[in-house]
């Protein structure tokens, strides 16, 4: 990821768990029965991707202070009800552990490997998830140095959790729990139209 200036250019990655939202009664996310609208006539989609694996989304948090004020408020909404996640998740079937994701505040490093003070947010597919801390295999791939590459094990305190969400039907046109990050993205400009597959999402900022 390029940064020009002191401007910090935001990624946002969205796969396969673009799709309906389960709303409950507990301050969850909601359900939605089918495909999020992606970009109509003639508007050029501001999603770039192959379709295969993830899409690539060019937002600035920075400059559009609306959508920060959303994205951090749904964090906060997703360690508000990680405890509750965490059951689920335990609770859960092998095959549909599968379906689960936990986006990371990972931070980025300089040439030297130190903290910058700015973070990276990825998906991570959970191993091991206490109510202290996660690890997981990496499902995103990092835009930026955060000292970890797709496929890689991690393990991070519970308070970078960003975000979570379990993909109900496995599918981008199926419902969800959790995903309130990814939520705010698609009300925000859309869902990427076309992409029938993926393995998860990244955004990354200034925090």
């Known amino acids: 990821m390029a940064l020009h200036g002191s401007r910090v250019v ?9 799709s309906g939202c389960d709303r409950g009664a507990d301050n969850r996310a909601g359900t939605r029965d089918g495909p999020a609208p992606g970009a ?21 948090p920075e400059q559009d202070a609306a959508l920060r004020e959303a994205l951090d408020a749904a964090s906060r909404q997703a360690r508000d ?3 509750e996640a ?3 998740w335990r609770q859960a079937r092998p095959d549909e552990r599968e379906r689960w994701l936990i986006k990371w505040a990972a931070p980025v490093l300089d040439e030297l490997g130190q903290p910058t003070g700015r973070v990276e947010h990825v998906w991570v597919r959970p191993l091991a998830w206490s ?14 140095r955060i000292g970890h590459e797709a496929g890689d094990l991690v393990g991070f305190p519970i308070e970078e959790l960003s975000d979570w969400v379990f993909k109900i039907e496995g599918r981008i046109d199926g419902p969800r729990r959790g995903g309130f990050t990814v ?25």
């Open 183 to 207: 939520e705010v993205l698609e009300k925000h400009v859309g869902a990427p139209g076309g992409l029938n597959r993926g393995s998860g999402a990244s955004s990354s900022g200034s925090k």
């Open 10 to 18: 935001a990624l946002a990655l969205l796969g396969t768990i673009l």
């Open 86 to 88: 965490r059951e689920l």
């Open 131 to 144: 109510p202290f801390r996660v690890e997981g295999v990496l499902a995103s791939i990092p835009r930026g």
């Open 40 to 60: 109509s006539g003639a508007k050029p989609s501001p999603w770039v991707g192959d379709g295969s694996r993830e899409a690539l989304l060019l937002v600035d």
């Open 81 to 83: 009800t990680a405890a």
